[in-house]
T-cell receptor, first 113, second 119 residues
Framework: SQKIEQNSEALNIQEGKTATLTCNYT??????LQWYRQDPGRGPVFLLL?????KEKRKERLKVTFDTTLKQSLFHITASQPADSATYLC????????????FGTGTKLQVIP | GAVVSQHPSWVICKSGTSVKIECRSL??????MFWYRQFPKQSLMLMAT?????????EQGVEKDKFLINHASLTLSTLTVTSAHPEDSSFYIC???????????????FGPGTRLTVL
């Protein structure tokens, strides 16, 4: 069955630095991959979607890469701010349902002022 | 646009009672909605897919008779936790895919979640 792994440990970085989060998957060839942000006690918020034929996608200070050979996506936040502190989840479409997705375990990011 | 609301935001109930959670897409229609459950410090686990006008599709291990789902309109899905027990205490979140002019977008829009505590 498909498996999605993210850095389980929290990531602490200094304000202004670039945060890089990793999402690895196995037993799967997804047509796209998504990244979401979740704040404590809230539902996730969609950030970016990258398709299998796209290597990189950007949105303001966010950048996502998608390496289908390595089966890995990297999520970058440049010029990080304390307000970026949250848990970031990657999600891949579940086989058998194009709109269904499976979420990774999430990585908690803490940006220190 | 693409706002999803949930009601209530939190609920405390006694063991054995039933609790209904509503999920509404406020500014778009959703033929499909999803219900997730999230335990502390864990990721979201898909419980079921709610389909407008038809029966919900449940994930393996989710009791359909315990978690009743009704998707009566294109903007409303409800999840009823029947005969709730303390182990059902969790954070329940719904989501929907936005569909506009026949185009179904892949990104999911999530509700704010409902914290259920069963005493």
């Amino acid at each position: 069955s498909q498996k999605i792994e993210q850095n389980s440990e929290a990531l602490n970085i200094q304000e202004g630095k670039t945060a890089t989060l990793t999402c690895n998957y196995t037993n799967y060839s997804p047509a796209y991959l998504q990244w979401y942000r979740q704040d404590p006690g809230r539902g996730p918020v969609f950030l970016l979607l990258i398709r299998e034929n796209e290597k990189e996608k950007r949105k303001e200070r966010l950048k996502v890469t998608f390496d289908t050979t390595l089966k890995q996506s990297l999520f970058h936040i440049t010029a990080s701010q304390p307000a970026d502190s949250a848990t970031y989840l990657c999600a891949l479409p579940t086989s058998g349902g194009y709109q269904k997705v499976t979420f990774g375990t999430g990585t908690k990011l803490q940006v220190i002022p | 646009g693409a706002v999803v609301s949930q009601h209530p935001s939190w609920v405390i109930c006694k063991s054995g009672t039933s609790v209904k959670i509503e999920c509404r897409s406020l500014d778009f229609q959703a033929t499909t909605m999803f219900w997730y459950r999230q335990f502390p410090k864990q990721s979201l686990m898909l419980m079921a897919t709610s389909n407008e006008g038809s029966k919900a599709t449940y994930e393996q291990g989710v009791e359909k008779d315990k978690f009743l789902i009704n998707h009566a309109s294109l903007t409303l899905s409800t999840l009823t936790v029947t005969s709730a027990h303390p182990e059902d205490s969790s954070f329940y979140i719904c989501s929907a895919n936005r569909e506009t002019s026949g185009i179904l977008y892949n990104e999911q829009f999530f509700g704010p979640g409902t914290r259920l505590t069963v005493l």
